[in-house]
């Protein structure tokens, strides 16, 4: 009798193999409060590198980090009209503070454009202060009716950009240098997803938003998830608040804006891009365990050894971990690190060490060879870096291989349907079409432009949509 | 007539100084609720340092980042009686979400004991799960009355830990761990303040502890500021949520818990520890900026000069900032400079260029040199390293001049009034002395040991109460 699979097969039930991995690799669980969740060390661990890639590449692009309150006034989010209408249904609201009624109920973030500009129209006095470029890490909440653990949930941390500048060209470039060089950057080179970078329609838009631009990652069963966000916010909160800066000739200007978020939701992005029927691939450049150096045996010699090569891939600048739990049996082990996509499993037994080698799993691969101990932690660096690749190239051939050229609205819905990513000309397919598609809860993704660029308009000629299914 | 100084002098009103140095230094602002903060880049900056040093010896001391959900369902409060009592009257409660009024209200949490151990009761099952070692950053809100930046704030940031232990001894073993390794050790190393080690009265524990561990600093108006807690929680809250495990024996046993935490607060306690009529001075190892080298003219030879002497200073492992805005007046930015108590200035102009040499202006100690332009890089970290050493010493020499012994409540209670710390005997002060103390507010900030180490129970012979007002 074949054993149970571990997880369900993706092809059997994709959202089950999904929440099955979760579980299993000891990512997440749901919070006690609907919509919640708590993301335990190794689910933590991988959002913990997500943010220092992504911190160092906001802090390159001259960003500086700071923090605002959680708590907004009920009557601010009331203050930018489309705004408000985008967010009411969401928010979760205090009503009672320090034992009493308030006078005014709060509402917990669901994001702080009004909150920041608050702060902002007080910051900004002259040109001088201009650009302002503000980063903080926080926790926001959106009552959500459906979650999905790391894909909507009430409660997310992310990070969100907050810019000011003084014409629409500089702010309208910068939120095009953070879509590229912060998200797109961190997201092909590091998570190794081959990301569409397009154009989000009107119906698409942020609320207050006068151009979203999207970062769209094409999942494993051909769905797409929106990976992170880039908006030019022209002066709409600035009007709002009153964010006004003294020009070079003494007059009074709006100041015109960007914000930029992406969150948690990129472990789920993650898991859905690389994750198997064995369970998750890290890639490497991510992974806080690049590889797992495990002791088969309690034997004194076989501990040495796994010591020795921890401390020998250290010293390569790879990031280890030794598991000498010989206590639980190796094959739960060996099982453990394949769940939660290790991309190198050293393995030593006594076996090994009489013919002076290890085992070396690897895990995006799938392999498994008899190596010399010797050449063991010399091998891993190249091999790390070529998994990487691999994940970044296996992403680009599946999303290829699930886009499909279509040239009516029936056909994008009929792909997107069966589970892909149809282009159609977006002069084909309209805001009509995109109704209609939403029927079938098909959705345009973005828009992308004929040469495969950012379209700097929605109806600029040869612009393509594309349309999916999306989490 | 005499230039207005920039802050209220410490001497005519500390708490005005206070606000003032927050305001003018750009540390932060209040925000639009009552009670909260908007964190400015600089001030966040300082707390990114404490938390980077913070987080570093939190995995070396073997706990791992988690992040469990900021919305507690109500009942779980209630759950463990003395908790709840602390408790109740600080919470914020969510009544609304998602447009709807919610079945059972939830609260926003003020710390995480009880969320985490309903987690706690699932993932422990065996003596193998334990220790069990988590940390994690995360807001918390607690309804402030009287609300002060960074000291008593609605919202604050920090971290809190929480471990489940096999027996009593390790539980209390890590707490006294943390309170010393963790702790004190940043405390002291890096924050450059001489904090006292103490134990609490049952007066002062954290609600539902069975021992609070404390770390007490003594800032410049002789108040007293609690930088930090280590709770040991015995088994209280593995009763109150069942978080059991199997021993080796096969028996069910509870586990034995800590928690502990420490936040924003300490930014605070920098200001008041360090900082003088001049502003703040930040301790060189904590300092996000150590030294800045400033342009006093727009120059072409004093702007290569000021650049090549940032890069120097990086490569000798400096965190070092490069003034060049010469269209704002160098006296206004070096007062600025001064405010945010950057350790080093390095001040180079034409007149300097001329000679050689640059003018070394040292934060700390207050002094003002000139060198020689080729030897200024190679004197920076000595001389960083020597300021951090005189705030450690002057904070030590400051406490030991603030306090006092004294063998009366009246006395204590005198010595406190008067801005200073009294030591007198447990034995004489007792739970009623503690009591008339209160009345004046004053407390009982810790018990010492008579050996200055930290007692193992209340009523220890030789057992000293440190008394004082407290922030």
Redesign the interface.
Same mark, same amino acid.
């Given at each position: 009798m074949a054993k149970a699979p571990v997880l369900t097969p993706q092809a059997d039930d994709f959202p089950r193999w999904y929440q099955d991995l979760i579980t299993k690799a000891e990512l997440a669980?749901n919070?006690?409060?609907r919509g919640?969740?708590?993301?335990?060390?190794y /689910?933590?661990?991988l959002?913990?590198r997500m943010q220092q890639e992504m911190d160092a590449r906001i802090k390159r692009a001259g960003a500086?980090?700071?923090?605002?309150?959680?708590?907004?006034?009920q009557s601010?989010l009331t203050k930018e009209a489309e705004h408000v209408e985008g967010f009411?249904?969401?928010?979760?609201?205090?009503?009672? /503070?320090? /034992?009493k009624e308030l006078d005014e109920?709060?509402v917990?973030r669901p994001t702080s454009e009004t909150?920041v500009n608050?702060?902002f129209a007080?910051w900004v006095q002259s040109y001088?202060d201009l650009p302002l470029l503000?980063n903080q890490w926080?926790?926001v909440?959106r009552?959500?009716?459906r979650p999905r653990v790391f894909l909507r949930t009430?409660?997310f941390?992310w990070q969100e950009g907050h810019t000011a500048h003084a014409t629409y060209e500089e702010a309208r470039d910068y939120a095009a240098h953070i879509h590229r060089e912060v998200y797109a950057d961190f997201m092909i080179n590091v998570l190794g997803i081959d990301v569409v970078l397009g154009r989000k329609t009107a119906a698409e838009r942020f609320a207050g938003a006068v151009n979203t631009l999207t970062l769209e990652g094409v999942m494993r069963d051909g769905k797409a998830l929106q990976m992170g966000t880039s908006h030019e916010l022209g002066t709409n909160f600035a009007k709002a608040f009153g964010t006004h800066y003294l020009s070079k000739d003494g007059a009074q200007e709006l100041v015109w804006q960007t914000s930029w978020g992406s969150s948690t939701r990129m472990v789920g992005g993650l898991i859905m891009a690389h994750g198997d029927d064995q369970g998750l691939r890290v890639p490497p450049r991510l992974a806080p365990v690049q590889a797992v150096v495990l002791a088969i045996k309690d034997d004194p010699a076989v501990l040495e050894q796994v010591h020795a090569i921890g401390e020998r891939l250290t010293a390569a600048g790879v990031r280890v971990r030794v598991d000498d739990r010989t206590?639980?049996p190796f094959g739960r082990r060996a099982v453990d690190w394949e769940l939660k996509g290790v991309p190198v499993r050293i393995e030593v037994g006594p076996r090994d060490l009489e013919n002076g080698t290890a085992v070396l799993a690897r895990r995006i691969p799938g392999s498994k060879e008899s190596v010399a101990l010797s050449a063991v932690a010399g091998l891993v660096p190249d091999l790390l870096e070529e998994d990487q690749q691999r994940l970044l190239s296996e992403s680009r051939i599946r999303r290829r291989t699930l886009t499909s050229e279509v040239t009516t609205v029936e056909e994008a819905a009929e792909a997107a349907l069966a589970g892909g990513v149809a282009r159609i000309p977006w002069a084909t397919l309209g805001e009509e079409g995109e109704a209609r598609l939403a029927e079938h809860s098909v959705s345009v993704r973005c828009l992308v432009a004929e040469d495969g660029s950012v379209p700097d308009r929605d109806d600029a000629p040869g612009n393509v949509a594309l349309v999916a299914r999306a989490y």
């Open positions: 669980d919070g006690p409060v919640t969740m708590v993301i335990r060390p /689910g933590y661990g959002w913990e500086q980090n700071a923090y605002f309150p959680l708590f907004i006034p601010y009411a249904p969401e928010l979760a609201v205090v009503t009672h /503070g320090g /034992g109920p709060v917990v909150v608050a702060s007080k001088r503000i926080a926790n909440v009552w959500e009716m009430t409660e941390l206590d639980t």
